[in-house]
């Protein structure tokens, strides 16, 4: 049904052009300051970098004037010598300008480091292809982005080529920088921590503790990893390969029952247990006989607490998740996204979707029914991303955003907006924003990536980014 998925997607503009609506909306007492979406804000990267693969705002002080955007592209080619691809994040200043409005941060300028093997020297390390910039975050000035395909030598005399991943920080505006790679051990192979891709995923607890997820190790169970910057920054040298981070947490491997779970696919925050320690949430999309899970992980043992089960074999329930109060009682809920969700409506023609599931919680560790919300476009990918809004129409209750990046007929991609309300979440989208970007060759991927709950024109209004990595675009909504 092509034509009413392209009218779904444009539901919003025939909304503009209806006054009568709009004037309803006004006698009805509706305040609706909603997102502008006639006039996002356009950043552009490199071509074929995957520009917007990855963004996140960035307030270094309490200056609100001196917000800016973040940009990975984790194809781009920087100025690292002999080094092809290897990503970068670039710092775009607010608001973008015709020229140069986003610059290469020099997380790493060097080439691979080399080692002496039986007389010879050798790369110790590759960080062609390693997709630096695949993910970003921040945490007021602190900031962490990672190459989830960097590879390492390991310790072995013979050599091999493990994925540990890589993750670097910056503080200090960008003054102070250390890496940090947590699976580059001497635990390598499949079966310890070399395939970990550590930094596949990543978020900071609400006291700037760095949350990594690195869902390859021990034969794909994957981990998850936690660190204060503090302690990584401290005594970094560029020499000590091998480095245990002060502090540092890692689950550990389980029985072979859970080899192929991807622990750490996706990671986030929240508060769950009344205590003042945040719980970590790590989506494991492969998990349950491949359901896909949810694990709750108290942040101190790093045991498992909770768990929410995935409805749908192989519907990657866990490949993103989010935190937010979305019902204004003052507890977090938990948001999880399954975008290969099939809808089997009609037996004989199921029809991938994607599906997003939201647990509001009622006291601690007690969950509602998962309230869902479902993808109207075949092969739209819906739950890809979920991004909390803040508070965007001013009501009260916090919003939250959902992509859907191949959606629509020419797979420009949607987002979908929804406002929270005192029952949960209003089930009806009360903006969609559409990609605009044609397809040549990749998909634009418009909604691949969100974040939102800040303020960059300082209007008081949250505003939300939006990336576009197949068009190395990344628009902002304000
Ligand atoms: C990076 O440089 C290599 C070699 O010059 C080139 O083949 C490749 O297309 C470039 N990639 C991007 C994304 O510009
Ligand atoms: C080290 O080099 C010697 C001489 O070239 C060679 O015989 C030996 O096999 C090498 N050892 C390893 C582990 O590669
Ligand atoms: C922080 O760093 C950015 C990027 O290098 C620079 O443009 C900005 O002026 C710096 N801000 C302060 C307060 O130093
Ligand atoms: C988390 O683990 C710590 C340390 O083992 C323990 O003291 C605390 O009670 C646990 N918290 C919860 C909510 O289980
Ligand atoms: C996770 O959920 C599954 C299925 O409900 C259950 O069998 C398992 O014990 C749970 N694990 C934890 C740690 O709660």
Redo the contacts with the bound molecule.
Sequence with gaps: MPAREARACFREISRLISVSLVLTDLLCGIIAFNLDLENPAVYSGPPGSYFGYSVDFYHPTQDRSAVSVLVGAPKANTTQPGIVEGGAVYYCSWPPSEQDSCREIPFDKANNRMIKVNGTREPLEYKSYQWFGATVRTHRGKVVACAPLYHWRTVKVSGEMDPVGTCYVAVQNFSAYAEYSPCRTHNSDPEGQGFCQAGFSVDFTKDGTLVLGGPGSFYWQGQVITAGVAEILNGYSLKAILRKVQGEKQTAAASDDYDDSYLGYSVAVGEF?G?SRQELVAGVPRGAQNFGYVAVI?S??L?L?QNFTGEQMASYFGYTVAVTDINGDGLDDVLVGAPLYMDREFESKPREVGRVYLYLQEDTLLFSASIMLTGIHLFGRYGSAIAPLGDINQDGYLDVAVGAPFAGQDRDGCVFIYNGEKSGLRLKASQVLKGSWATTGIPAGFGFTLRGDSDLDNNQYPDLIVGAFGADKVMVYR
């Design positions: 247990t205590d108290n101190s043992s045991s607490v």
